[in-house]
Nanobody, 128 residues
């Protein structure tokens, strides 16, 4: 079992930056795919970014809506994954979830149903 806990959500003005953290326990993330998803009020949970060490040393993949603004990274020694968010927009407002999977293939990186472990979520609010 893997437990995931997200940190450092909050309120930020449009154009600002915020870095989310997700600490894992129970199993090392060094061979996993780690991802961030988000869910806005009244909307489905959507993919944001993924970082996989399942078949490569740090392959990253982003949703088009965040490409160039968000960066996913990890520190395997700390069993922690990060999401650095720059140039934030009001439409980035959502609850952000960290997720983990082991053995996930490239074609499934953005599919929420393929992730086995989830954090409780952290609220990010971007004011205009």
């Amino acid at each position: 079992q893997v437990q995931l806990v997200e940190f450092e959500g909050g309120l930020v003005q449009a154009g600002g930056s915020l870095t989310l953290s997700c600490a894992a326990s129970g199993r090392t993330i060094s061979s996993s795919t780690m991802a961030w998803f988000r869910q806005a009020p009244g909307k489905e949970r959507t993919f944001v970014a993924a970082n996989s060490w399942s078949w490569s040393d740090g392959y990253t993949y982003y949703a088009d809506s965040v490409k160039g603004r968000f960066t996913i990274s990890r520190d395997n020694a700390k069993n922690t994954v990060y999401l650095q968010m720059n140039s934030l927009k009001p439409e980035d407002t959502a609850v952000y979830y960290c997720a983990a999977s082991y053995g996930l293939g490239y074609a499934s990186l953005s599919r929420a149903d393929k992730y086995d472990y989830w954090g409780q979520g952290t609220q990010v609010t971007v004011s205009s």
